[in-house]
Nanobody, 126 residues
Framework: QVQLEESGGGLVQAGDSLRLYCSASGRPVNTYTMAWFRQTPGKEREFVAGITWNGGLENYADAVKGRFTISRDNTKSMVSLQMDSLKPEDTAVYYC???????????????????WGHGTQVTVSS
């Protein structure tokens, strides 16, 4: 079993930056793809960014490309999401996810990930 815990969310103004953290525990996660998703009320969880086990491949949703950066530190079992130039439409609950099945790609569908954190709220005011 793997436990994921997000932190770093909060209330910021448009144009500000925020960094989210996802800490993993339970089992080593250094060989698995990890990702960030977000969800707003009434909508499905959507892919934001993902990174392969060694950081060699990253993938971003078009809506955040150029503004968000995902990174990971396998020595600390941690994945981060640096969010710059935040917009009100970035407001959501952000979830960290881990894909247990080995893959060389970064799936964008939520059902491809087996482990999830409880989420952290990000609110961007205009």
């Amino acid at each position: 079993q793997v436990q994921l815990e997000e932190s770093g969310g909060g209330l910021v103004q448009a144009g500000d930056s925020l960094r989210l953290y996802c800490s993993a525990s339970g089992r080593p996660v250094n060989t698995y793809t990890m990702a960030w998703f977000r969800q707003t009320p009434g909508k499905e969880r959507e892919f934001v960014a993902g990174i392969t086990w060694n950081g060699g491949l990253e993938n971003y949703a078009d809506a955040v490309k150029g503004r968000f950066t995902i990174s990971r530190d396998n020595t600390k079992s941690m994945v981060s999401l640096q969010m710059d130039s935040l917009k009100p439409e970035d407001t959501a609950v952000y979830y960290c996810a881990l894909r247990w099945k080995l893959t060389v790609t970064i799936p964008v569908a939520a059902n491809e990930y087996e482990y999830w954190g409880h989420g952290t709220q990000v609110t961007v005011s205009s």
